[in-house]
């Protein structure tokens, strides 16, 4: 198995009480951590505003300026984002964003690409909130923009939503083949047959029955077109707390949850604690958590990329992950 986490950004609301002015700092610092540890990625989230309530004086850092910034001060640790709106962006712009981070990184970006779905944040600004069949129209013509962009160095497609002709993108990314493509979600009839066509990985989530059935779609999808299923890592992202034993793990939700309850008030803070509850959730002790990943990973699972809402407070969950968790499923 490969690990990834997400460093804080503002997004979840896992930067509150902190100064705005050192977020940067804090988020530097839990990045270079994670690039002298054992970690595979960093990810970041590519929204606008905060979730699970659209806040108006709470940060959330744009992606893409984050992995510029991450390319420039990480050495080893690989870059992502889980995921990348494809209509925030015109596609073209967003593969020569993407090949120069590439540069600036050494060859350490991954691309994570969806249709999106966060319609408050769409209609603020101003992207409107087309139906789902459209938004993901939109991110198969984009995918294939950023193939041609990145295998050739010109993109040249007269699509339905997209226009592009002859557009350069130079530097090529360094990476032999292009930037490796995430493609998250798993729609059964378009997503997961844009990942068996164009990703390298995918990434959903769901119970161990959804996600084996989907793992399944995608088996099939990958026969119809002629590609490698064996060829594609299945990812998952799970929300993170881990503790020492059963009271270390309760008194660590105690504290998440005392820290957004001003922000959120009572009704969307149940919602967020809510998700540390889920089926995608990896909460508990170590063991536990072991015993959990270790079942994904007989139905496929390669890669978990870990949420920790503790992580601009406090690392010690991120230190237990990394000397516990990790080598044993490695």
Sequence with gaps: MRFGMFVPQGWRHDLVGIDPAEHWQTMR????????????????????????VASATEATHEAWSLMSAYAATTSRVRLGQMCTCMSYRNPAYLAKVAATVDVISGGRVEMGIGGGWYEQEWRAYGYGFPPVAERLARLREGVEIMHQAWTTGTATLEGEHY????????PLPLQDGGIPMWVAGGGEKVTLRIAAKYARYTNFTGS????AHKRDVLERHCRALGTDFDAITLSSNFNTVIGTDAADVARRLDAIEARVAPYLGPEKTAHYIADFHSPNAAVGTPEQVVAKLAERRELGLDYVISYFPEAAYDRSGLELWASEVIPALR
């Design 208 to 211: 161990l029955e959804e996600f």
């Design 163 to 170: 226009r592009v002709d002859g557009a350069i993108v130079r």
């Design 29 to 52: 610092g839990i990045a270079q951590w994670a690039d002298a540890g054992p970690w595979d990625t960093i990810w970041v989230y590519d929204h606008f505003h905060t979730v699970p």
